[in-house]
């Protein structure tokens, strides 16, 4: 827990930065790092930006996967989740664009392409660490609530809850949200050797009590990473409130 969402943004880019350095890449080694979009990592992402700068950390040798994407908006749409990733991180650092995977929503075969993004993950040979945030209804990447909990990459419908979270970003004009996404399952991040989940704000303060206070439960899917072995939650003091 740390007092604000700069700090949490700030830790966990430390955090990551550590994890690449430690882990030693080159060209027979790659990182692979799991990453989400939404508002909470952007710290996160303008400080690994600023360690990228200064010289003190290389993504040369990292492979990414993000967690999801919109289905049928346009890549260059201001709000896919392509666009949120290049704008935001991927054309401010040394990153290989053969090594950036994002699912596409505009694949003409969407169940073909989670299948081959779960491809990918594999022959990379699994993810090393996964960020992620949740919702104010305790879903991790779009894993609604009554996803299962051993869930692979898939088309999934959006929660009303989550198109109204998410109305915000699209002149807060709810009809204009995708109704529909790609994401990875519960278990795709479950499978990772190590997760980060960063919870900002009292918005989130009711999902983290359900996810760290009650059972494992499918309808607040960010609960069953109580089952794996190496996750982190970051929070700041807001979201706490609830604890
Ligand atoms: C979307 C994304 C999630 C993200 C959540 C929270 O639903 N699919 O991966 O964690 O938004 O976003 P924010 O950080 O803006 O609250």
Redesign the pocket.
Known sequence: ILDTSKSVGEWAAKYVMKRINDFKPGPERHFVLGL??????LGMYKQLIEFHKQGKLSFQYVKTFN??EYVGLPRNHEESYHYYMWNNFFKHIDIEPENVHILDGNASNLVEECNRFERQIKEAGGVELFI????PDG????NEPGSSLVSRTRVKTLAQD?LE??ARFFNNDIQKVPKQALTVGVGTVLDAQEVLILITGAQKSFALYKAIEEGVNHMWTVSAFQQHANTLMICDEDATLEL
């Open positions: 989400p979009t939404g508002s909470t990592p967690m999801d992620g945030g949740i919702g879903h991790i990447a779009f989550t979270a998410n």
